[in-house]
């Protein structure tokens, strides 16, 4: 099993910025990756990022593209979203999860360990 946790959500101005992380413990994967997702109320839960453990490598979703960044701390076991520019529309619940595949893909079906969540709320 893996256990993730997410922390650093909170409530925020438009414009600001947030950093969350999700820290990542338990069995551990040669190689993974780590997805972020977010889900506000009424809507289905959908893809910001995600991280490739071994390589590093970053995707997003066009609607945080520019504005997002992922990055990870190895030593940590720990992955990051660092959010700037933020708007009223990225209110949600965001998610970390780990892809054991190692794919990193936008599809919730795709990764198998889930964090509980932590909210983020921008004002306008």
């Known amino acids: 099993q893996v256990q993730l946790v997410e922390s650093g959500g909170g409530l925020v101005q438009a414009g600001g910025s947030l950093r969350l992380s999700c820290a990542a413990s338990?069995?551990?994967?040669?190689?993974?990756?780590t997805g972020w997702f977010r889900q506000a109320p009424g809507k289905e839960r959908e893809f910001v990022g995600s991280?490739?453990?071994?390589?590093?490598?970053?995707y997003y979703s066009d609607s945080v593209k520019g504005r997002f960044t992922i990055s990870r701390d190895s030593a940590k076991n720990t992955v990051y979203l660092q959010m700037a520019s933020l708007k009223p529309e990225d209110t949600a619940v965001y998610y970390c999860?780990?892809?054991?595949?190692?794919?990193?893909?936008?599809?919730?079906?795709?990764?198998?360990?889930w964090g509980q969540g932590t909210q983020v709320t921008v004002s306008s």
């Open positions: 338990g069995r551990t994967f040669s190689n993974y990756a």
């Open positions: 991280i490739t453990w071994t390589s590093g490598n970053t």
């Open positions: 999860a780990v892809d054991a595949a190692g794919w990193g893909s936008d599809s919730t079906d795709n990764y198998d360990y």
